[in-house]
């Protein structure tokens, strides 16, 4: 079994910053690449960024120059650094990872349970 773990969402009033944790754990042999998506009422879910283990990244244009994504691949762990938040950014942030587990043959896509940001004065 993998879980991902996220952590540190919040409320936050426009031009603050957040930093949201994720960490995976479990019967993992290796991760390939880690991410977040986030999604708001009524709307699909999105990519935000993606790290991948050899370090390259993807942003979306909405968050580029304000949000940072970083890793510790040899923690699992992967960290979204969220600044200048407009209240467009509030959604429900998402973890993901594409791991190769040692129990199951593959790989395969894990999801954290989410955690809830909001920005609002």
């Known amino acids: 079994q993998v879980q991902l773990v996220e952590s540190g969402g919040g409320l936050v009033q426009p031009g603050g910053s957040l930093r949201l944790s994720c960490a995976a754990s479990?019967?993992?042999?290796?991760?390939?690449?880690m991410g977040w998506y986030r999604q708001a009422p009524g709307k699909q879910r999105e990519l935000v960024a993606i790290i991948r283990s050899g370090g390259t990244t993807n942003v979306a244009d909405s968050v580029k120059g304000r949000f940072t994504i970083s890793s510790d691949f040899a923690k699992n762990t992967v960290y979204l650094q969220m600044n200048s938040l407009k209240p467009e950014d509030t959604a429900v942030y998402y973890c993901n990872a594409d791991i190769r587990s040692i129990t199951r043959t593959g790989t395969y896509s894990y999801w954290g349970q989410g955690t809830q940001v909001t920005v609002s004065s």
């Open positions: 479990g019967s993992i042999f290796r991760i390939n690449e």
